[in-house]
């Protein structure tokens, strides 16, 4: 069975500052795949990053990056300089076989 | 740039009605899904369809669900006789090919059971 947990509820953050959200992943898979989903009040879900388990590598995609630790089935993101439109949901969520497997979602807020 | 796209978005029905969503995946995707949210909680996988026939489905997609792709473009879930509990988000989404692991979500589709 795949878990994803993301332990952090809410996260507020100071506009133009960094946050980083928390993600750790169970799987018995050594291939997998992580992502990012941003979901805003529209409700749409949105790709923000992808990272290859077998890439040492931290992905990065303009103001996000994640901090991908294998051995610890950790997978963190980080927003630098926060904006207003960032506010949103974010899902961590890891893709193996057939499926992607969410967890739970972190709730931004940022402040002006 | 290709999106996936759902109708209708919001779709209200009363209990015990059958529906059908419907989506059109990005069109050279060969691998398509629909998950379901229910307010204030996780998405939930429900379905995965390649090559004209479901590849896996979640204990959640019980004999009251069913997914076709009927022409080249649309794929669609129905829910036979739909409960209460089946008031969700769905949303679809479709995925390149073997070794393109993005799914590129929908908008969804706001699905209200009373």
């Known amino acids: 069975a795949q878990t994803v947990t993301q332990s952090q509820p809410e996260m507020s953050v100071q506009e133009a500052e960094t946050v980083t959200l928390s993600c750790t992943y169970d799987?018995?898979?050594?291939?997998?795949?992580l992502f990012w989903y941003k979901q805003p009040p529209s409700r749409q879900m949105i790709l923000v990053i992808r990272?290859?388990?077998?890439?040492?590598q931290n992905a990065t995609e303009n103001r996000f990056s994640v901090n991908f630790q294998k051995a610890a089935k950790s997978f963190s993101l980080k927003i630098s300089d926060s904006q207003l439109g960032d506010a949103a949901m974010y899902f961590c969520a890891l893709h193996n076989d057939y499926k992607l497997s969410f967890g739970a979602g972190t709730t931004v807020t940022v402040r002006a | 740039e290709p999106e996936v796209t759902q109708t209708p978005s919001h779709q209200v029905t009363q209990m015990g009605q059958e529906v059908i969503l419907r989506c059109v995946p990005i069109s050279n995707h060969l691998y398509f899904y629909w998950y379901r949210q229910i307010l204030g909680q996780k998405v939930e996988f429900l379905v995965s369809f390649y090559n004209n026939e479901i590849s896996e489905k979640s204990e959640i997609f019980d004999d009251q669900f069913s997914v076709e792709r009927p022409d080249g473009s649309n794929f669609t879930l129905k829910i036979r006789s739909t409960k209460l509990e089946d008031s969700a988000m769905y949303f679809c989404?479709?995925?390149?090919?073997?070794?393109?692991?993005?799914?590129?979500f929908g908008p969804g589709t706001r699905l209200t059971v009373t």
């Open positions: 990272q290859e388990a077998y890439k040492q």
């Open positions: 989404a479709s995925r390149e090919g073997q070794n393109s692991y993005e799914q590129y």
């Open positions: 799987t018995s898979e050594s291939d997998y795949y």
